[in-house]
């Protein structure tokens, strides 16, 4: 028996209320400067979840959304894969109280994974393995987080970046020939520290000490319970790693990367995409952006930026679609789709 396509169906989307532009920054921190931050980062406002709003609650309301557009669909959901690093509780994962909020039968699959920009890629490949297997049929793949509760508000380098919000992707079999064609995972734990928060787990608990702030020598302060971001070493990883994966990639299904209608990367920062433009030659008009408006907003970026590009019939029925996701781990991942 052949096994099926597996697809992604549709997406829905929710951001926080809250946002932060960079005049609200400007205003708020008149020694950074901004416009040079823009340029670089390519970012000019962010959605911020308020202090009693999760990573939950944000994929709880874009759950709801998909639920309103295909009724029946609650009832079909059979597993739920949720990507955060900022869930609800130490224990137990934002997937069973998801369950809980959406008040699914007691059948349903559900696994969380701590992943992150590299995290929806990863997360098609275990809704691959789980659909592939009889294991499930309707996946709901969420990625959600909130990175500002991680960031110091004088960190100027990942304030100016991040934004919160979550995205949910209905994964399930393809009637046709639509759906994942192949997909590639990398990993290189030794880089952790390039994109890692020191402490609050087990390994270093909380104490006075892990609360003290900090100031590297480029004016960014922090604790050691917040995020620390290597953005150089970070885009040298990427760099160094992406093209090469993609390139595999499409090589080995027979394609180039004229074959391709549009390359969805995780929107990291302008510096990021307009590097990997450049390091595999793809025109401008090939590559998505659009984080100007609501940042990087890590697992859920690339589904945020599938969705704004289907509505904006950016991909047309048939076309080929590449995804790839980079970050925290150090891990990339990418994915060769047919529209």
């Not at 100007?292 to 945020?304: F, K, Q």
């Not at 930026?305 to 590449?322: D, H, N, T, W, Y």
Request: net charge neutral.
């Amino acid at each position: 028996m052949n096994k099926p396509t597996v697809q992604i169906k549709d997406i829905a989307v929710h951001f926080p209320v809250g946002i932060l532009t960079n005049e609200d920054l400007k205003r708020d921190r008149p020694t950074w400067d901004m416009d040079r931050v823009e340029a670089r980062a390519g970012v000019r406002a962010r959605h911020i979840a308020a202090p009693d709003e999760t990573a939950l609650d944000l994929a709880l309301c874009a759950c709801r959304s998909l639920f309103e557009r295909h009724p029946g669909l609650a009832e079909a959901v059979d597993g739920i894969l949720f990507c955060t690093q900022s869930g609800d509780y130490i224990m137990p994962p934002n997937s069973c109280v998801l369950h809980r909020e959406l008040n699914l039968p007691d059948g349903v699959f559900a696994l969380d994974t701590n992943l992150a920009c590299s995290g929806y890629v990863y997360g098609l490949a275990l809704a691959q393995g789980l659909i592939t297997a009889g294991t499930c049929h309707d996946v709901l793949l969420v990625t959600a987080d909130t990175y500002s509760k991680y960031i110091h508000p004088e960190d100027r380098a990942s304030r100016t970046l991040f934004g919160d919000g979550a995205a949910v992707s209905w994964i399930g079999p393809s009637a046709g020939k639509t759906g994942l064609i192949d997909l590639v995972c990398e990993t290189s734990g030794k880089g952790f520290e390039k994109f890692y928060i020191p402490a609050g787990g087990m390994r270093r608990p909380r104490s006075p000490e892990t609360g003290r702030e900090t100031t590297d020598s480029n004016g960014n302060t922090r604790t050691l319970e917040q995020i620390h971001m290597d953005g150089m070493g970070v885009l040298s990883f990427v760099n160094s790693k992406v093209p090469g994966q993609i390139h595999r990639l499409l090589a080995r299904n027979q394609l180039e990367v004229a074959d391709i209608e549009l390359f969805i990367f995780h929107q990291a920062s302008k510096m990021a995409l307009d590097s990997l433009s450049r390091a595999l030659k793809i025109p401008a008009s090939k590559v998505f952006r659009n984080m100007e408006e609501i940042g990087n907003t890590v697992s859920a970026s690339i589904p945020m930026s599938l969705a704004e590009a289907r509505a904006s019939q950016r991909i047309p029925a048939g076309s080929k679609v590449v995804l790839c996701g980079f970050g925290v781990g150090l891990s990339w991942a990418s994915a060769l789709v047919q529209a």
